[in-house]
Protein backbone atom coordinates (compact mmCIF):
# COMPACT_ATOMS: atom_id res chain seq x y z
CA UNK A 1 0.00 0.00 0.00
CA UNK A 2 2.84 2.19 0.75
CA UNK A 3 4.64 1.85 -2.40
CA UNK A 4 1.54 2.19 -4.54
CA UNK A 5 1.12 5.67 -2.38
CA UNK A 6 4.99 6.65 -2.75
CA UNK A 7 4.58 5.81 -6.94
CA UNK A 8 1.88 7.85 -7.11
CA UNK A 9 3.49 10.84 -5.06
CA UNK A 10 6.32 10.58 -7.84
CA UNK A 11 3.84 9.96 -10.28
CA UNK A 12 2.22 13.55 -9.51
CA UNK A 13 5.70 15.17 -9.34
CA UNK A 14 7.07 13.59 -12.96
CA UNK A 15 9.88 12.13 -11.25
CA UNK A 16 11.00 8.65 -12.78
CA UNK A 17 10.28 5.86 -9.78
CA UNK A 18 13.33 5.08 -7.86
CA UNK A 19 15.16 8.23 -8.27
CA UNK A 20 12.44 10.23 -6.56
CA UNK A 21 14.48 9.67 -2.97
CA UNK A 22 18.14 10.21 -4.65
CA UNK A 23 18.38 13.81 -4.86
CA UNK A 24 18.47 14.39 -1.15
CA UNK A 25 20.34 14.04 1.41
CA UNK A 26 19.75 10.69 3.45
CA UNK A 27 18.07 12.17 7.00
CA UNK A 28 15.33 14.53 4.78
CA UNK A 29 14.81 11.77 2.22
CA UNK A 30 13.87 9.95 5.60
CA UNK A 31 11.74 12.37 7.03
CA UNK A 32 9.79 13.07 3.17
CA UNK A 33 9.40 8.74 3.24
CA UNK A 34 7.72 9.40 6.86
CA UNK A 35 5.14 11.73 6.11
CA UNK A 36 4.01 9.86 3.35
CA UNK A 37 3.43 7.34 4.55
CA UNK A 38 1.78 8.87 8.01
CA UNK A 39 -0.61 10.62 5.34
CA UNK A 40 -1.44 7.44 3.76
CA UNK A 41 -2.04 6.00 7.23
CA UNK A 42 -4.22 9.06 8.33
CA UNK A 43 -6.34 9.31 5.48
CA UNK A 44 -6.87 5.40 5.32
CA UNK A 45 -7.84 5.80 9.40
CA UNK A 46 -10.33 8.82 8.40
CA UNK A 47 -11.91 6.13 6.05
CA UNK A 48 -13.41 5.06 9.59
CA UNK A 49 -14.36 8.23 11.40
CA UNK A 50 -16.74 6.77 13.89
CA UNK A 51 -14.39 4.09 14.72
CA UNK A 52 -11.89 6.80 14.71
CA UNK A 53 -13.65 9.30 17.37
CA UNK A 54 -14.27 6.04 19.85
CA UNK A 55 -10.35 4.88 19.50
CA UNK A 56 -9.12 8.75 19.66
CA UNK A 57 -11.53 8.88 23.42
CA UNK A 58 -10.27 5.41 24.64
CA UNK A 59 -6.91 6.86 24.22
CA UNK A 60 -7.74 9.93 25.88
CA UNK A 61 -9.70 7.74 28.89
CA UNK A 62 -7.09 4.86 29.10
CA UNK A 63 -4.22 7.33 29.77
CA UNK A 64 -6.94 9.31 32.21
CA UNK A 65 -6.85 6.54 34.51
CA UNK A 66 -3.61 7.06 35.51
CA UNK A 67 -4.40 9.96 36.60
CA UNK A 68 -7.88 9.52 37.92
CA UNK A 69 -6.02 6.62 40.13
CA UNK A 70 -3.42 9.12 41.29
CA UNK A 71 -6.68 11.81 42.52
CA UNK A 72 -8.16 9.13 44.22
CA UNK A 73 -5.13 8.55 46.09
CA UNK A 74 -5.61 12.40 46.71
CA UNK A 75 -8.77 11.22 48.26
CA UNK A 76 -6.75 9.95 51.20
CA UNK A 77 -3.57 11.32 51.51
CA UNK A 78 -2.43 15.37 51.15
CA UNK A 79 0.73 14.69 50.21
CA UNK A 80 2.62 11.13 48.62
CA UNK A 81 6.24 11.02 48.94
CA UNK A 82 6.00 14.74 50.84
CA UNK A 83 4.42 16.02 46.64
CA UNK A 84 1.71 17.48 47.06
CA UNK A 85 -0.63 16.93 44.14
CA UNK A 86 0.22 20.30 41.74
CA UNK A 87 3.87 19.17 42.10
CA UNK A 88 2.85 15.17 41.09
CA UNK A 89 0.46 17.06 38.03
CA UNK A 90 3.47 18.43 36.74
CA UNK A 91 5.36 15.19 36.96
CA UNK A 92 2.66 13.83 35.25
CA UNK A 93 1.98 16.27 32.55
CA UNK A 94 5.52 16.34 31.89
CA UNK A 95 6.08 12.45 31.57
CA UNK A 96 2.80 12.10 30.05
CA UNK A 97 3.34 14.72 26.83
CA UNK A 98 6.64 13.60 25.90
CA UNK A 99 6.01 10.41 26.16
CA UNK A 100 2.52 10.57 23.75
CA UNK A 101 4.66 13.10 21.40
CA UNK A 102 7.16 10.24 21.10
CA UNK A 103 4.36 7.15 21.23
CA UNK A 104 2.38 9.60 17.71
CA UNK A 105 5.61 9.34 16.37
CA UNK A 106 7.31 6.05 17.23
CA UNK A 107 4.53 4.16 18.50
CA UNK A 108 4.70 1.07 16.20
CA UNK A 109 8.21 0.57 16.65
CA UNK A 110 7.01 -2.64 18.61
CA UNK A 111 5.98 -4.58 15.11
CA UNK A 112 9.45 -4.94 14.14
CA UNK A 113 9.91 -8.05 15.50
CA UNK A 114 6.63 -9.60 14.41
CA UNK A 115 7.73 -8.44 10.98
CA UNK A 116 11.01 -10.04 11.08
CA UNK A 117 8.85 -13.52 12.30
CA UNK A 118 6.45 -13.31 9.70
CA UNK A 119 9.00 -12.43 6.93
CA UNK A 120 7.03 -8.99 5.88
CA UNK A 121 10.03 -7.07 7.15
CA UNK A 122 11.79 -8.20 3.73
CA UNK A 123 9.35 -6.10 1.56
CA UNK A 124 10.47 -2.88 3.82
CA UNK A 125 13.95 -3.38 2.61
CA UNK A 126 13.57 -3.51 -1.22
CA UNK A 127 11.84 -0.42 -1.14
CA UNK A 128 13.97 2.81 -1.74
CA UNK A 129 13.21 4.32 1.26
CA UNK A 130 15.58 4.14 4.76
CA UNK A 131 14.11 1.23 6.45
CA UNK A 132 13.54 3.25 9.72
CA UNK A 133 11.52 6.26 8.38
CA UNK A 134 9.15 2.99 7.03
CA UNK A 135 9.38 0.84 10.41
CA UNK A 136 8.59 4.43 12.52
CA UNK A 137 5.67 5.39 10.06
CA UNK A 138 4.04 1.91 10.17
CA UNK A 139 0.46 1.68 11.40
CA UNK A 140 0.53 5.85 11.91
CA UNK A 141 -2.07 5.80 14.58
CA UNK A 142 -3.85 9.47 14.58
CA UNK A 143 -5.50 8.52 17.75
CA UNK A 144 -2.51 8.87 20.30
CA UNK A 145 -3.18 12.50 20.19
CA UNK A 146 -5.34 11.27 23.00
CA UNK A 147 -2.35 11.00 25.47
CA UNK A 148 -1.05 13.80 24.33
CA UNK A 149 -3.92 15.94 24.70
CA UNK A 150 -4.72 14.26 28.07
CA UNK A 151 -0.81 14.92 29.07
CA UNK A 152 -1.04 18.71 28.06
CA UNK A 153 -4.23 19.20 30.22
CA UNK A 154 -2.88 18.01 33.46
CA UNK A 155 0.59 20.42 32.35
CA UNK A 156 -2.22 23.13 32.07
CA UNK A 157 -3.56 22.05 35.39
CA UNK A 158 -0.86 22.09 36.66
CA UNK A 159 0.93 25.42 35.87
CA UNK A 160 -2.07 27.28 37.37
CA UNK A 161 -2.49 25.26 40.32
CA UNK A 162 1.51 25.57 41.45
CA UNK A 163 2.09 27.86 44.24
CA UNK A 164 5.93 29.03 42.32
CA UNK A 165 7.83 32.36 41.53
CA UNK A 166 8.12 31.45 37.54
CA UNK A 167 10.80 32.90 36.33
CA UNK A 168 11.22 32.87 32.34
CA UNK A 169 14.05 30.32 32.49
CA UNK A 170 11.64 28.00 34.06
CA UNK A 171 8.95 28.64 32.18
CA UNK A 172 11.54 27.47 29.40
CA UNK A 173 12.36 24.45 30.80
CA UNK A 174 9.06 22.92 29.83
CA UNK A 175 8.84 22.81 26.44
CA UNK A 176 12.51 22.19 26.59
CA UNK A 177 11.62 18.81 29.20
CA UNK A 178 8.88 17.92 26.45
CA UNK A 179 10.39 17.83 23.46
CA UNK A 180 13.97 16.58 24.72
CA UNK A 181 12.05 13.76 27.04
CA UNK A 182 9.80 12.98 23.60
CA UNK A 183 13.73 12.19 22.05
CA UNK A 184 14.58 10.17 24.82
CA UNK A 185 11.68 7.79 25.22
CA UNK A 186 12.67 7.68 20.98
CA UNK A 187 15.27 6.58 21.65
CA UNK A 188 14.54 4.21 24.06
CA UNK A 189 11.88 3.03 21.06
CA UNK A 190 14.59 2.69 18.42
CA UNK A 191 16.77 0.96 20.90
CA UNK A 192 13.92 -1.91 21.84
CA UNK A 193 12.88 -2.26 18.02
CA UNK A 194 16.75 -3.08 17.37
CA UNK A 195 16.70 -5.36 20.41
CA UNK A 196 13.90 -7.14 18.58
CA UNK A 197 16.22 -8.24 15.46
CA UNK A 198 18.25 -10.74 18.15
CA UNK A 199 14.38 -11.37 19.99
CA UNK A 200 11.59 -11.09 18.09
CA UNK A 201 9.18 -12.25 20.73
CA UNK A 202 10.61 -10.15 23.18
CA UNK A 203 8.96 -7.37 22.20
CA UNK A 204 7.26 -6.81 25.13
CA UNK A 205 10.63 -5.90 27.09
CA UNK A 206 10.31 -2.44 25.53
CA UNK A 207 7.08 -2.21 27.41
CA UNK A 208 8.78 -2.52 30.36
CA UNK A 209 11.02 1.06 29.28
CA UNK A 210 8.58 2.61 27.65
CA UNK A 211 5.03 2.54 29.54
CA UNK A 212 7.04 1.21 32.46
CA UNK A 213 9.05 4.41 32.20
CA UNK A 214 6.32 7.03 31.61
CA UNK A 215 4.72 5.68 34.75
CA UNK A 216 7.82 5.72 37.22
CA UNK A 217 8.37 9.31 35.74
CA UNK A 218 4.19 10.50 36.80
CA UNK A 219 5.38 9.79 41.01
CA UNK A 220 7.69 12.03 42.33
CA UNK A 221 11.36 10.06 42.90
CA UNK A 222 11.65 10.16 46.63
CA UNK A 223 8.64 7.15 46.68
CA UNK A 224 11.43 4.72 44.46
CA UNK A 225 14.31 2.96 45.73
CA UNK A 226 17.66 4.82 45.11
CA UNK A 227 19.30 2.27 43.16
CA UNK A 228 15.68 2.71 40.79
CA UNK A 229 16.27 6.14 40.76
CA UNK A 230 20.07 5.51 39.75
CA UNK A 231 19.24 3.52 37.26
CA UNK A 232 16.98 5.54 35.88
CA UNK A 233 19.10 8.79 36.07
CA UNK A 234 22.70 6.86 34.82
CA UNK A 235 21.73 3.52 33.05
CA UNK A 236 18.32 4.38 31.15
CA UNK A 237 18.43 8.46 31.43
CA UNK A 238 14.48 8.43 31.82
CA UNK A 239 14.97 10.80 34.73
CA UNK A 240 16.48 13.62 32.37
CA UNK A 241 12.95 13.58 30.54
CA UNK A 242 10.73 14.57 33.73
CA UNK A 243 12.30 14.20 36.85
CA UNK A 244 15.32 16.36 36.73
CA UNK A 245 14.37 19.08 34.99
CA UNK A 246 11.21 19.05 36.84
CA UNK A 247 12.81 19.45 40.13
CA UNK A 248 14.32 21.87 39.33
CA UNK A 249 11.09 23.94 38.46
CA UNK A 250 9.75 23.05 41.67
CA UNK A 251 12.93 23.67 43.64
CA UNK A 252 13.07 20.49 45.27
CA UNK A 253 16.46 18.35 46.10
CA UNK A 254 16.72 15.30 43.61
CA UNK A 255 17.39 11.91 46.15
CA UNK A 256 20.76 11.30 44.02
CA UNK A 257 23.24 13.87 44.95
CA UNK A 258 23.96 15.30 41.42
CA UNK A 259 24.84 19.37 41.12
CA UNK A 260 22.29 21.77 39.88
CA UNK A 261 23.34 22.32 36.09
CA UNK A 262 22.22 18.74 35.30
CA UNK A 263 18.89 20.19 35.05
CA UNK A 264 19.35 21.67 32.01
CA UNK A 265 21.14 18.72 30.51
CA UNK A 266 18.42 16.88 28.43
CA UNK A 267 18.82 18.07 25.31
CA UNK A 268 22.58 16.85 25.27
CA UNK A 269 21.32 13.70 26.76
CA UNK A 270 18.80 13.09 23.99
CA UNK A 271 21.27 13.96 21.42
CA UNK A 272 23.63 11.22 23.08
CA UNK A 273 20.67 8.70 23.38
CA UNK A 274 19.88 9.14 20.02
CA UNK A 275 23.17 8.24 18.92
CA UNK A 276 23.38 5.48 20.67
CA UNK A 277 19.99 4.32 19.41
CA UNK A 278 20.70 4.94 16.12
CA UNK A 279 24.11 3.19 16.07
CA UNK A 280 22.47 0.00 17.92
CA UNK A 281 19.54 0.17 15.01
CA UNK A 282 22.30 0.08 12.20
CA UNK A 283 23.76 -2.90 14.54
CA UNK A 284 20.39 -4.76 14.60
CA UNK A 285 19.72 -4.03 11.08
CA UNK A 286 23.12 -4.97 9.49
CA UNK A 287 22.73 -8.46 11.92
CA UNK A 288 19.26 -9.28 9.86
CA UNK A 289 19.48 -12.27 8.19
CA UNK A 290 15.94 -13.24 6.14
CA UNK A 291 14.55 -16.61 6.57
CA UNK A 292 15.07 -17.02 2.89
CA UNK A 293 12.07 -19.29 2.41
CA UNK B 1 -17.35 -33.57 27.94
CA UNK B 2 -13.75 -34.99 27.11
CA UNK B 3 -13.38 -32.78 23.81
CA UNK B 4 -13.51 -29.52 25.39
CA UNK B 5 -10.86 -30.76 28.06
CA UNK B 6 -9.13 -31.54 24.69
CA UNK B 7 -9.78 -27.81 23.36
CA UNK B 8 -8.18 -26.54 27.07
CA UNK B 9 -5.47 -28.48 26.88
CA UNK B 10 -5.08 -26.89 23.12
CA UNK B 11 -5.54 -23.11 24.05
CA UNK B 12 -2.82 -23.89 27.30
CA UNK B 13 -0.10 -25.31 24.63
CA UNK B 14 -0.84 -22.61 22.34
CA UNK B 15 0.07 -20.31 24.75
CA UNK B 16 2.99 -22.24 26.08
CA UNK B 17 4.21 -22.25 22.76
CA UNK B 18 5.91 -18.72 22.96
CA UNK B 19 8.41 -18.66 25.62
CA UNK B 20 10.59 -15.96 24.80
CA UNK B 21 7.14 -13.37 24.60
CA UNK B 22 6.25 -15.18 28.02
CA UNK B 23 9.62 -14.29 29.45
CA UNK B 24 9.63 -10.95 28.11
CA UNK B 25 5.68 -10.24 29.52
CA UNK B 26 6.88 -11.67 33.17
CA UNK B 27 9.26 -8.91 33.06
CA UNK B 28 7.36 -6.86 32.09
CA UNK B 29 4.86 -7.66 34.71
CA UNK B 30 7.73 -7.66 37.19
CA UNK B 31 9.18 -3.44 35.93
CA UNK B 32 5.23 -3.05 36.74
CA UNK B 33 5.07 -4.66 39.73
CA UNK B 34 8.26 -2.92 41.58
CA UNK B 35 6.78 0.87 40.48
CA UNK B 36 3.38 -0.12 41.56
CA UNK B 37 4.36 -1.24 44.57
CA UNK B 38 6.56 1.98 45.43
CA UNK B 39 3.40 4.15 44.76
CA UNK B 40 1.59 1.78 47.48
CA UNK B 41 4.36 1.65 50.39
CA UNK B 42 4.42 5.49 49.54
CA UNK B 43 0.47 5.37 50.00
CA UNK B 44 0.03 3.34 52.99
CA UNK B 45 3.12 5.09 54.51
CA UNK B 46 1.40 8.10 55.25
CA UNK B 47 -2.31 6.40 56.04
CA UNK B 48 -1.52 2.62 57.42
CA UNK B 49 -4.12 0.28 57.66
CA UNK B 50 -5.73 2.57 54.55
CA UNK B 51 -8.76 0.39 52.76
CA UNK B 52 -8.19 -2.15 55.67
CA UNK B 53 -5.08 -3.45 55.00
CA UNK B 54 -1.58 -3.01 56.63
CA UNK B 55 1.14 -2.12 54.20
CA UNK B 56 2.43 -5.95 53.36
CA UNK B 57 -1.24 -6.86 52.38
CA UNK B 58 -1.40 -3.96 49.73
CA UNK B 59 2.09 -4.90 48.19
CA UNK B 60 0.38 -8.30 47.88
CA UNK B 61 -2.49 -6.84 46.34
CA UNK B 62 0.09 -5.32 43.85
CA UNK B 63 1.76 -9.12 43.56
CA UNK B 64 -1.79 -10.23 43.25
CA UNK B 65 -2.85 -7.61 40.10
CA UNK B 66 0.44 -8.47 38.42
CA UNK B 67 -0.10 -12.60 38.55
CA UNK B 68 -3.24 -12.37 37.48
CA UNK B 69 -3.59 -9.19 34.31
CA UNK B 70 -2.75 -11.94 32.12
CA UNK B 71 -4.79 -15.03 33.56
CA UNK B 72 -7.66 -13.31 34.25
CA UNK B 73 -7.78 -10.81 31.14
CA UNK B 74 -8.11 -7.54 33.20
CA UNK B 75 -7.16 -5.82 30.41
CA UNK B 76 -9.10 -7.47 27.85
CA UNK B 77 -7.26 -9.80 25.26
CA UNK B 78 -6.97 -13.65 25.07
CA UNK B 79 -9.35 -14.63 22.10
CA UNK B 80 -11.97 -11.75 21.17
CA UNK B 81 -10.10 -10.24 18.57
CA UNK B 82 -10.21 -13.34 17.16
CA UNK B 83 -13.62 -14.37 17.69
CA UNK B 84 -14.31 -10.71 16.41
CA UNK B 85 -12.40 -11.51 12.99
CA UNK B 86 -13.96 -14.85 12.62
CA UNK B 87 -17.62 -12.51 12.48
CA UNK B 88 -15.89 -10.34 10.36
CA UNK B 89 -14.68 -12.50 7.65
CA UNK B 90 -17.90 -14.59 8.10
CA UNK B 91 -15.86 -17.94 9.16
CA UNK B 92 -18.39 -17.70 12.17
CA UNK B 93 -20.57 -19.90 9.65
CA UNK B 94 -18.14 -23.14 9.32
CA UNK B 95 -18.02 -22.96 13.83
CA UNK B 96 -21.90 -22.74 14.05
CA UNK B 97 -21.72 -25.68 11.67
CA UNK B 98 -19.59 -27.93 13.99
CA UNK B 99 -21.03 -29.95 16.33
CA UNK B 100 -19.99 -28.24 19.50
CA UNK B 101 -21.02 -25.55 21.38
CA UNK B 102 -19.89 -22.30 20.31
CA UNK B 103 -19.91 -20.86 24.01
CA UNK B 104 -18.52 -23.84 25.40
CA UNK B 105 -15.44 -24.65 22.63
CA UNK B 106 -14.28 -20.75 23.31
CA UNK B 107 -14.60 -21.13 27.17
CA UNK B 108 -12.91 -23.97 27.07
CA UNK B 109 -9.68 -22.66 25.28
CA UNK B 110 -9.89 -19.19 27.37
CA UNK B 111 -9.59 -21.58 30.51
CA UNK B 112 -6.65 -23.35 28.87
CA UNK B 113 -5.11 -20.21 28.28
CA UNK B 114 -5.22 -18.93 31.78
CA UNK B 115 -4.49 -21.91 33.10
CA UNK B 116 -1.12 -21.48 31.25
CA UNK B 117 -1.22 -17.61 31.97
CA UNK B 118 -1.34 -18.40 36.06
CA UNK B 119 1.62 -20.56 35.50
CA UNK B 120 3.46 -18.50 33.27
CA UNK B 121 3.04 -15.18 33.59
CA UNK B 122 1.78 -15.28 37.36
CA UNK B 123 4.24 -17.75 39.53
CA UNK B 124 7.12 -15.83 38.90
CA UNK B 125 6.54 -12.15 39.02
CA UNK B 126 4.61 -12.94 42.09
CA UNK B 127 8.44 -14.65 43.26
CA UNK B 128 10.35 -12.12 42.29
CA UNK B 129 7.51 -9.82 44.44
CA UNK B 130 8.05 -11.88 47.20
CA UNK B 131 12.17 -11.83 46.73
CA UNK B 132 11.85 -7.40 46.92
CA UNK B 133 9.07 -7.16 49.34
CA UNK B 134 7.44 -8.02 52.63
CA UNK B 135 4.40 -10.25 51.55
CA UNK B 136 1.29 -11.40 53.12
CA UNK B 137 0.92 -15.23 52.24
CA UNK B 138 -1.86 -17.28 53.27
CA UNK B 139 -1.39 -18.66 56.94
CA UNK B 140 -3.82 -21.64 56.08
CA UNK B 141 -3.34 -23.98 53.38
CA UNK B 142 -6.87 -24.01 53.06
CA UNK B 143 -6.68 -20.37 51.73
CA UNK B 144 -4.71 -21.51 48.62
CA UNK B 145 -7.48 -23.38 47.36
CA UNK B 146 -10.27 -21.61 48.09
CA UNK B 147 -8.36 -18.76 46.34
CA UNK B 148 -7.74 -20.94 43.35
CA UNK B 149 -11.22 -21.45 42.98
CA UNK B 150 -11.55 -17.76 43.40
CA UNK B 151 -9.83 -17.06 40.95
CA UNK B 152 -11.12 -19.52 38.10
CA UNK B 153 -14.80 -17.84 38.60
CA UNK B 154 -12.86 -14.65 37.90
CA UNK B 155 -11.71 -16.35 35.15
CA UNK B 156 -15.41 -17.14 34.04
CA UNK B 157 -16.45 -14.01 34.54
CA UNK B 158 -14.06 -12.00 32.51
CA UNK B 159 -14.79 -14.73 29.76
CA UNK B 160 -18.11 -14.03 29.71
CA UNK B 161 -17.64 -10.82 29.43
CA UNK B 162 -15.43 -11.12 26.90
CA UNK B 163 -17.62 -13.02 24.95
CA UNK B 164 -20.64 -10.65 24.99
CA UNK B 165 -17.99 -8.35 23.45
CA UNK B 166 -17.22 -10.27 20.63
CA UNK B 167 -21.06 -10.91 20.16
CA UNK B 168 -21.35 -6.80 19.35
CA UNK B 169 -19.16 -7.65 16.38
CA UNK B 170 -22.10 -9.27 14.79
CA UNK B 171 -24.02 -5.54 15.02
CA UNK B 172 -20.75 -3.22 14.60
CA UNK B 173 -18.26 -5.95 12.63
CA UNK B 174 -15.86 -3.90 13.55
CA UNK B 175 -14.91 -4.61 17.22
CA UNK B 176 -12.18 -2.22 17.72
CA UNK B 177 -14.48 0.27 19.78
CA UNK B 178 -16.28 -2.23 22.14
CA UNK B 179 -12.94 -4.21 23.03
CA UNK B 180 -11.28 -1.03 23.95
CA UNK B 181 -14.27 0.38 26.09
CA UNK B 182 -14.01 -3.30 27.47
CA UNK B 183 -10.45 -3.13 28.41
CA UNK B 184 -10.79 0.18 30.02
CA UNK B 185 -13.60 -0.98 32.21
CA UNK B 186 -11.61 -3.97 33.03
CA UNK B 187 -8.52 -2.33 34.12
CA UNK B 188 -10.45 0.60 36.27
CA UNK B 189 -13.26 -1.56 37.64
CA UNK B 190 -11.24 -4.33 38.45
CA UNK B 191 -8.86 -2.81 41.13
CA UNK B 192 -5.66 -3.06 39.13
CA UNK B 193 -5.14 0.46 39.27
CA UNK B 194 -6.31 0.76 43.06
CA UNK B 195 -7.95 -1.32 45.06
CA UNK B 196 -11.59 -1.14 44.82
CA UNK B 197 -11.93 -0.47 49.02
CA UNK B 198 -9.60 2.98 48.17
CA UNK B 199 -12.56 4.08 45.84
CA UNK B 200 -14.46 6.99 47.73
CA UNK B 201 -18.76 6.65 48.43
CA UNK B 202 -20.60 5.58 45.51
CA UNK B 203 -18.01 5.34 42.83
CA UNK B 204 -17.09 2.27 45.57
CA UNK B 205 -19.93 1.05 46.11
CA UNK B 206 -20.96 0.42 42.39
CA UNK B 207 -17.30 -0.67 41.69
CA UNK B 208 -17.47 -3.27 44.25
CA UNK B 209 -20.94 -4.33 42.72
CA UNK B 210 -19.83 -4.66 39.30
CA UNK B 211 -18.66 -7.90 37.91
CA UNK B 212 -15.10 -6.32 37.28
CA UNK B 213 -14.51 -6.81 40.76
CA UNK B 214 -14.46 -10.62 40.34
CA UNK B 215 -11.78 -10.76 38.39
CA UNK B 216 -9.09 -9.26 40.72
CA UNK B 217 -10.95 -7.53 43.64
CA UNK B 218 -12.66 -10.78 45.44
CA UNK B 219 -9.41 -13.16 44.49
CA UNK B 220 -6.91 -10.82 46.50
CA UNK B 221 -9.18 -10.48 48.94
CA UNK B 222 -10.00 -14.29 49.23
CA UNK B 223 -6.05 -14.86 49.15
CA UNK B 224 -5.49 -11.94 52.06
CA UNK B 225 -7.45 -14.16 54.33
CA UNK B 226 -10.68 -11.07 54.34
CA UNK B 227 -13.33 -13.95 53.03
CA UNK B 228 -13.50 -16.79 55.78
CA UNK B 229 -16.58 -18.96 56.59
CA UNK B 230 -19.90 -17.49 55.42
CA UNK B 231 -18.58 -14.31 53.63
CA UNK B 232 -16.10 -16.47 51.88
CA UNK B 233 -19.20 -18.51 50.76
CA UNK B 234 -20.97 -14.60 49.85
CA UNK B 235 -18.12 -13.91 47.80
CA UNK B 236 -18.25 -17.25 45.82
CA UNK B 237 -22.03 -16.71 45.13
CA UNK B 238 -21.13 -13.29 43.96
CA UNK B 239 -18.85 -14.29 41.34
CA UNK B 240 -20.73 -17.45 40.15
CA UNK B 241 -23.84 -15.04 39.82
CA UNK B 242 -22.06 -12.79 37.44
CA UNK B 243 -20.23 -15.92 35.78
CA UNK B 244 -24.53 -17.12 35.18
CA UNK B 245 -26.04 -13.74 34.60
CA UNK B 246 -23.64 -13.09 31.87
CA UNK B 247 -22.88 -16.33 30.35
CA UNK B 248 -26.81 -16.21 30.03
CA UNK B 249 -26.61 -13.40 28.34
CA UNK B 250 -24.24 -14.01 26.03
CA UNK B 251 -26.20 -17.02 25.34
CA UNK B 252 -28.81 -15.11 24.25
CA UNK B 253 -27.25 -12.46 22.04
CA UNK B 254 -25.55 -15.58 20.72
CA UNK B 255 -28.97 -17.07 19.76
CA UNK B 256 -30.45 -13.47 18.48
CA UNK B 257 -27.19 -13.03 16.28
CA UNK B 258 -27.29 -16.54 14.38
CA UNK B 259 -30.76 -15.90 12.99
CA UNK B 260 -29.45 -12.43 11.74
CA UNK B 261 -25.96 -14.66 10.18
CA UNK B 262 -26.88 -14.97 6.08
CA UNK B 263 -23.96 -17.25 4.62
CA UNK B 264 -23.27 -16.12 1.12
CA UNK B 265 -24.64 -18.54 -1.40
CA UNK B 266 -26.68 -20.61 0.92
Not at chain 1, 153 to 165: E, F, K, S
Not at chain 1, 188 to 207: H, K, L, P, R, T
Not at chain 2, 202 to 228: I, M, N
Not at chain 2, 237 to 255: I, P
Amino acid sequence: MAESVAVRADGEEHEPVGFAFEDRPRPLEGVRAYGLIMAMWVRSTMAYRASFAMTLFGNLAVTAFDFVTILLMFTHVDALGGYALPEIALLYGLSSTAFGVCDLLLGSMDRVGGRVRDGTFDTLLVRPVPVLAQVAADRFALRRLGRITQGLLVLGYAIVTLDIAWTPLKMLMLPMTVLSGAAIFGAVFIAGAAFQFVAQDASEVQNSFTYGGTTLLQYPPTIFAKDLVRGVTFVVPLAFASWLPALYVLGREYPVDLPQWVAFLPPLVAAGACALAGLAWRAGLRSYRSTGS
Amino acid sequence: MRLYAVVAAGGFRRYATYRTATAAGVFTNTVFGFIMAYTYIALWDVRPQLGGYDTSQALTYVWLGQALLMSSALMGGGFESELVERIRTGDIAVDLYRPVDLQLWWLAADLGRAAFHLLGRGVVPMFLGALAFDLAFPGSLWTWPAFLLSVFLGVVVSFAIRYLVAMSAFWLLDGAGAMQMAMLAGLFFSGMLLPLNLFPGLLGEVARALPWSSLLQVPADVFLGKHTGWGLVQAYVFQAGWAVVLLGAGRLLQTAATRRVVVQGG
